[in-house]
């Protein structure tokens, strides 16, 4: 899964304020550190060649490695087969944050899915062709949701559900991005734990950019002029899989957490606070694993979010939550 703020910073950061990732200097040196060779059994793993009926041995993983770093993060996001779609699901909570001295508010629950897949390029980048869906539920009753009483303003508004038809970005082992005129290159070396047999993934983005629903053109919709978004993705999964030459991708799960402004169909307009969202995430990997009631809503509502994008939309526009409701809404009034 990725989401659409996070991998709109990945592809372009000519517009955005600061943009901090995690890692760095200190994060490349914790990876440097760490190298992972599993050692216990591969499930559903095809025997090595040469070695009938034996398991393929382990290949070690060098983290300070950037591009050895980006090939296991992409075993375990997506796949290594070019032709595999992955599906991974998430769902949670979501909160208001209203200041320093009050507690957090839970305004509704949200449950969804990204269909994602990956090309490797020549040069040792890959390209991701994702699309994302996700519904909001019920805070008390976890039921799917097309109104929404605002707690702060007494108003029901319409409900606008995460469809995010295109969501492409390109990492390379040297990501080469625009700062402020600048261009700088960035190893990839998100921090990877081990413990034990579990590799932990930790891959984050904290951004600020001009927001482009503006508070004059959209009064009640926008948050403000300028959009700060986190997006931590946390994955656990076994150094087995990791380690495995004969898998192509690695099974997790773990936690999302986002911390961003209203969403614009909430109508709160440049009120103070902001939105928490925690959920936890699992590789369902094909979508007949997805929870009944979340694929049977999907598949009425939304039938061609179940694949990932074609080539074509490569070098086209990425959709957001934002973007897509000025594409599809006027603002109120």
């Known amino acids: 899964m990725w989401q659409g703020s996070l991998v709109n910073a990945l592809a372009d950061r000519r517009t955005a304020l600061k943009t901090f990732f995690s ?45 050895e770093n980006l090939r296991a993060f992409i075993k375990l996001t ?18 208001a944050v209203l200041g320093p001295d009050k507690p ?81 290159e960035i190893p990839f070396s998100p921090p990877w734990t081990i413990m034990r047999d579990r590799a932990l993934s930790l891959f984050e983005v904290h951004t600020a950019f001009p927001n482009p629903m503006t508070p004059a053109a959209w009064p009640r919709e926008s948050s403000g002029p300028v959009t700060r978004i986190s997006e931590m993705f946390q994955r656990i999964t076994t150094l087995a899989e990791l380690t495995d030459p004969s898998r192509t991708y690695a099974d997790y799960s773990g936690v999302w957490t986002r911390i961003g402004p209203w969403m614009p169909w909430m109508l709160q307009g440049q009120a103070p606070g902001h939105l928490l969202f925690r959920t936890f995430m699992d590789r369902t990997g094909t979508a007949d694993r997805l929870p009944a009631a979340l694929r049977e809503r999907a598949e009425k509502l939304h039938p061609d979010f179940f694949v990932a994008p074609g080539d074509e939309t490569w070098g086209g526009p990425n959709d957001s939550s934002f973007s897509v409701y000025m594409s599809e809404n006027k603002p109120k009034t």
């Open 104 to 184: 957090l508010v839970k305004l509704f629950g949200v449950e969804g899915f990204g269909v994602l897949r990956v090309s490797p390029q020549p040069d040792g980048s890959y390209r991701l062709f994702n699309r994302e869906l996700a519904y909001y539920k019920d805070a008390k009753t976890g039921a799917f949701i097309d109104t929404w009483l605002n707690p702060f303003t007494n108003e029901t508004v319409e409900v606008k559900p995460i469809h995010n038809r295109t969501v492409n970005a390109e990492i390379a082992p040297l990501m080469k991005m625009d700062f402020d005129g600048t261009l700088v």
């Open 23 to 67: 890692w760095g200097a200190a994060g490349a040196a914790m990876a440097a550190g760490v190298s992972a060779c599993g050692t216990g059994p591969k499930e559903g793993a095809a025997p090595a060649a040469g070695a009938a009926g034996a398991a393929a041995a382990p290949t070690p993983i060098d983290f300070g490695n950037p591009a």
């Open 78 to 95: 997506g796949s290594l087969d070019p032709k595999a779609e992955t599906v991974g699901w998430f769902g949670g909570d979501v909160f």
